[in-house]
């Protein structure tokens, strides 16, 4: 994945996102399409979000550069967030107990539960291959999101949160990008590494929850609402990827699979410390980013809590979790174990 050539514009999956993908392909006008009538977590509004976000990325094959800062799109775009962080304000608790946040996500359950704990005691290969097309929506541009905040930190807080991006883009090195591991995982367990290459299939809470990461990048208000999320990855990272790297190991999976996990054991313990030196950085120059950074937080969880739910319910009813099941898709074989 030295090269990225841009997609092609995905299916819509409604009148938000056929709106969008008319806009995008031609320039035609949305019109009065009702957004707020759309489900703020379904397919329709967060497909249509996610093309909008995604000229901000790498784009689209035949879509005109000039779309990224189309007065049109930038203006559906925003009445699209509007109704997304409408739903994710009321959905949360919000307040100030940043304290109580954090704790929260360093205890574990005494008895855990989870994808990732499904997949070690229960899974089987044909889920840990759908788990992999979902995360491909973001971990194929892992930690980009977080660089728009850059700009936006001085002192401390700038300073540490780079030492992590540097990090999660290979310290200098081309082929330990995170991004660059993540595709040799999807090669090494027969799937698709191209970028985006599973984004028709990929459900809503996936992209749902990437949408939020692009969401509070470009917005320089909703700085502490990133902050919170980068450090809810960060802080939950290191022991959720050594069960991944346990699982894999047990299934005998390819060593590119494992090592991808492996990566982000020892550097995300080490993360988890640095984004608290951010955070408490922010917030000595920004007191009133609190409530900002507890959001953040809070919707992290309430999506990846809709992400696991996906999973989960499909796999209890032994059906797939994905749009069209990875058989459908994707001809390559079926399995990476070795022989």
């Given at each position: 994945?030295?090269?990225?050539?841009?997609?092609?514009?995905?299916?819509?999956?409604?009148?938000?996102?056929?709106?969008v993908e008319a806009l995008l392909r031609d320039g035609s006008e949305p019109g009065d399409v009702a957004v707020a009538d759309a489900d703020p977590y379904g397919d329709d509004l967060h497909l249509a979000l996610h093309m909008c976000y995604e000229l901000h990325y790498h784009g689209f094959a035949a879509v005109d550069p000039e779309r990224e800062w189309d007065i049109r799109v930038l203006a559906f775009r925003a009445r699209l967030e509007r109704r997304f962080l409408d739903a994710l304000r009321r959905d949360v608790a919000g307040g100030a107990d940043l304290d109580r946040e954090l704790a929260a996500l360093l205890s574990e359950p005494a008895e855990p539960t989870g994808v990732?704990?499904?997949?070690?005691?229960?899974?089987?290969?044909?889920?840990?291959?759908?788990?992999?097309?979902?995360?491909?929506?973001?971990?194929?541009?892992?930690?980009?999101?977080y660089a728009w905040v850059i700009p936006r930190l001085r002192g401390t807080a700038k300073a540490a949160l780079v030492a992590v991006e540097f990090d999660e883009f290979g310290g200098g090195h081309g082929e330990r990008v995170h991004s660059r591991l993540f595709a040799d995982l999807l090669a090494g367990a027969g799937l698709d590494s191209g970028y985006l290459g599973y984004l028709d299939i990929v459900p809503a809470p996936m992209l749902a929850l990437v949408n939020m990461m692009s969401l509070?990048?470009?917005?320089?208000?909703?700085?502490?609402?990133?902050?919170?999320?980068?450090?809810?990855?960060?802080?939950?990272?290191?022991?959720?990827?050594?069960?991944?790297a346990d699982t894999l190991r047990r299934m005998d999976a390819d060593p590119a699979c494992v090592?991808?996990?492996?990566?982000?054991?020892?550097?995300?313990?080490?993360?988890?410390?640095?984004?608290?030196?951010?955070?408490?950085?922010?917030?000595?120059?920004?007191?009133?980013?609190?409530?900002?950074?507890?959001?953040?937080?809070?919707?992290?969880?309430?999506?990846?809590?809709?992400?696991?739910?996906?999973?989960?319910?499909?796999?209890?009813?032994?059906?797939?979790?994905?749009?069209?099941?990875?058989?459908?898709?994707?001809?390559?074989?079926?399995?990476?174990?070795?022989?």
């Open positions: 994945m030295s090269t990225i050539a841009p997609i092609s514009l995905p299916t819509p999956r409604g009148p938000l996102s056929a709106a990732g704990v499904f997949l070690e005691q229960d899974g089987q290969w044909w889920q840990v291959r759908e788990y992999f097309a979902h995360r491909s929506i973001y971990h194929l541009k892992e930690a980009d999101p509070f990048g470009l917005h320089r208000r909703w700085r502490g609402a990133l902050i919170g999320h980068f450090a809810s990855v960060e802080i939950t990272s290191s022991p959720a990827s050594k069960r991944m090592r991808f996990y492996t990566e982000h054991v020892e550097a995300d313990a080490v993360h988890e410390q640095v984004m608290r030196e951010v955070i408490a950085d922010l917030l000595r120059q920004h007191p009133e980013l609190i409530d900002s950074v507890v959001f953040g937080i809070q919707a992290t969880e309430l999506l990846e809590g809709r992400v696991e739910r996906q999973l989960l319910d499909n796999w209890a009813a032994d059906r797939s979790s994905l749009r069209a099941s990875l058989a459908a898709v994707n001809s390559a074989p079926a399995g990476s174990r070795r022989s």
